[in-house]
């Protein structure tokens, strides 16, 4: 298989950590790329048309993307109902917690745009507020949701030690540890894990 | 259940449509409630910290989102296999669909905010052209796909149709059809379904 990524991307990040999670990574044949929302890469589109990391070539030949679709898909190679619990309310948590962390994410994601690539005279601080409110609450959420988790780790941790991480990569002055004291030490302990260890984020 | 949605919202029309094809529809309470990414709601920020539409409720009280996990919730609900194929290259068609329509959406949505919500002198065009180069794309993607379609009718399909009808409500101007001859007769055709006819945005 080949897996289109970049080492800052946390959705590519997921699917990295998944693949070690579930010992399918010797199989993946991965390849770095730059993409950017202002980049358009017609080459890179044929492949994925949306032109975003990540995105797997399987080994029948088809294009998968994205991150969610790619890591399920790894979890049915590798045997099924390991990251993702197969059903039952295990599976809604599971998936749900994902969404917390991509929709994380997803906020975070647009607040660097603003911050970071667009041009300063355009920032709008109206949404860079109600896109931090989003990142707010969500962590509040997480925190109380974590007060359940014990050892388990499915897909919806992957996806929030992807994004704690991230947002510790990319913003890290926000002091989002100090009112979440339970997410903060969940995220210490699963950071030794190799599979968060060996993808740690970097510039 | 409860649904919080919005009219206008391809996301949550992306569910109603699934509960109406799934025979859900009487078993959920839909309440409307009006969203925006620079409007900071903290009582729907205590059911979806995110404040984003689609919301569920379930009978047992979990909130869950987004549409993607409401959606295969539902699906699994009504028996499972039904909107999202259990296994195989099926279930990874059907769901690789899906995230080009979100993915399509996603960029649309994104047009619109810098088109509409935000300050006329904020409006970055390097922004507007990279995601309508991702909606043309993804549109030619699909186009190439819906050679393979037939009478199917998966969650990838129904993500695709809210999201062409939601380019004709939105933007108008846009002549997506010109090049996509297979995709607009598919349009028209699933159109007529009651899941989609009933659900039509509108402002």
Not at 46 to 67: C, I, Q
Not at 81 to 96: M, Q, T, Y
Not at 106 to 127: C, K, N, Q, S, T
Not at 128 to 157: M, N, P, T, V, Y
Request: aromatic residues 10%; hydrophobic residues 45%; neutral net charge.
């Amino acid at each position: 298989m080949k897996l289109w990524y970049s080492i800052p991307s946390p959705f590519a990040r997921k699917v990295r950590a998944a693949a070690m999670e579930l010992g399918l990574s010797s199989r993946i044949d991965a390849v770095e790329i730059a993409v950017a929302p202002t980049k358009i890469n017609p080459e890179f589109g044929r492949e994925n048309p949306l032109m975003k990391v990540p995105a797997l070539a399987t080994d029948e030949g088809t294009v998968l993307y994205d991150s969610r679709v790619i890591c399920e898909y790894l979890d049915a190679l590798a045997g099924g109902g390991k990251l993702f619990p197969a059903s039952g309310n295990a599976r809604w948590d599971a998936l749900r917690r994902q969404a917390l962390g991509d929709g994380i994410l997803d906020a975070g994601i647009l607040r660097r745009y603003e911050l970071v690539l667009r041009p300063e005279a355009m920032r709008w601080p109206d949404w860079l507020q109600g896109q931090q409110a989003k990142i707010g609450q969500a962590l509040d959420a997480a925190e109380r949701d974590a007060a359940s988790w014990g050892e388990g780790f499915d897909i919806g941790h992957i996806t929030l030690g992807c994004a704690l991480h991230w947002l510790d990569f990319r913003f890290g002055d926000f002091p989002w540890r100090d009112s979440r004291a339970r997410l903060a030490a969940w995220l210490e302990r699963i950071a030794a894990r190799p599979s968060m260890a060996t993808t740690m984020p970097h510039a």
